[in-house]
């Protein structure tokens, strides 16, 4: 490929990415899923227009390190601490419950393999792209509803931000793992070692950036040295601890998330991010889809993915708000609020793509499950608060 062509293929990607993303708005889904399918479109599955290239693949991992590092500035640390133990074990049993679900699911139409083989960790990996949650469309959903400080609205959005933190580490210690010469122990302890680092030079540079915040408040040197921080920590994860990227550009965010400037930060992060990092990397990943891939077996797992994906989480996470004493009701719109899934599950897979733990054709089974719960979630909550509502009034 000429080295001109590059500015070519990046006109096809933004315009269409923008194009269907907001024909996605319009129809009540989720943009990175119009971005999703104008990457299929435009690719060689379909139309043929773009094709992957270097220059593509890095641009798009440069979109993954800057939605991770905005996930992390979006977590509030001060509040995870108020929310106390329900919210922790409801987030827990939010991940261990899809983790084995999809464990099991892949297993089913794969094969069991023993403890410690590559498809063994293929199988799991495929519990962990089911562990993210995206609470964007349960917060809108809320929010409409007049829930969102309530009780439940308190628990899920809480939840589903420890549920993140756990599922980041679930995903560094899965792909830690499949090397073929890991050791859990090791891997353990690689994993240890970096949340260590991560809090005692967090701790300090988060010192820094209180005093460098306070002296130069919204100056554009703030998100400049965020951004060095973000690729700072990813290296260094990568390169000396063993473990993914993507955590040191999240963990990143975190200790950045309560400074007075953090919102700024995450907006001059978003400019970047929405006109071009965005777009690329969510259109990559249809670039990688093939439609045509999609036989009856890999439909019919792609359908049985996302069934199992949603009842884990209601499962899991309605069982532990039940136990925390939430009424049968109340429990099953937290199970309902933390199953919509987003960026998270992306991103996820694609790390799991770039290691070789995840076959491409399964993007299809990501992409269904992501535009399924986000419709499906604000719909049930909606008449699970209307039920409740009838009943309450003929109770009068």
């Not at 062509?5 to 943009?31: N, S, T």
């Not at 071009?276 to 990559?284: N, Y």
């Amino acid at each position: 490929m000429e080295s001109y062509e590059i500015f070519r293929d990046l006109a096809i990607i933004i315009l269409a990415a923008k194009l269907f993303g907001m024909l996605a708005r319009k129809l009540k889904a989720p943009q990175v899923v119009g971005m999703i399918i104008a990457g299929i479109v435009i690719g060689p599955g379909v139309l043929g227009l773009v094709r992957q290239s270097d220059y593509i693949l890095q641009t798009a991992e440069i979109g993954v390190m800057l939605l991770m590092f905005s996930a992390g500035l979006g977590t509030d640390l001060k509040e995870l601490v108020k929310t106390g133990p329900a919210a922790l074990l409801t987030a827990c049993a939010g991940v261990l419950a899809p983790l084995l679900g999809g464990w099991a699911l892949y297993s089913a139409f794969y094969g069991f393999s023993p403890f410690g083989s590559l498809e063994f960790y293929e199988a799991v990996f495929v519990g962990v792209i089911m562990t993210a949650t995206s609470v964007s469309i349960t917060v809108q959903a809320l929010m409409e509803l007049g829930k969102l400080k309530t009780r439940v609205g308190t628990l899920i959005l809480s939840a589903a931000i420890i549920d993140d933190v756990i599922g980041v580490v679930v995903m560094t210690f899965v792909i830690g793992l499949r090397s073929p010469d890991s050791h859990p122990a090791a891997v353990l302890r690689g994993t240890a070692l970096f949340f260590v680092f991560a809090a005692a030079f967090g701790f300090v540079c988060y010192k820094v950036f209180k005093k460098l915040d306070k002296r130069y408040e919204h100056t554009r040197r703030i998100p400049i040295l965020g951004l060095a921080l973000c690729f700072g920590l990813s290296y260094a994860a990568e390169r000396y601890f063993g473990i993914a990227d993507i955590t040191g550009a999240y963990v990143a965010g975190i200790i950045l998330c309560n400074i007075r400037d953090s919102r700024y930060i995450a907006e001059k992060m978003d400019v970047s991010s929405y006109m071009l990092f965005g777009p690329v990397f969510f259109a990559s990943i249809g670039l990688k889809t093939n439609p045509a891939a999609l036989d009856g077996r890999l439909l019919v797992f792609a359908l049985l993915f996302v069934l199992v994906a949603m009842l884990t989480k209601i499962i899991g996470c309605g069982l532990m708000a039940r136990a925390f004493r939430y009424s049968g009701s109340d429990a099953l719109k937290v199970g309902v609020g933390m199953m919509t899934r987003g960026e998270v599950a992306l991103i996820v897979s694609q790390k799991g793509l770039s290691v070789g733990l995840l076959d491409a054709s399964f993007f299809t089974a990501v992409i269904l499950l992501i535009v399924i719960s986000s419709i499906l979630t604000p719909i049930v909550l909606k008449l699970l608060y209307a039920r409740d509502e009838k009943m309450a009034a003929e109770a009068e």
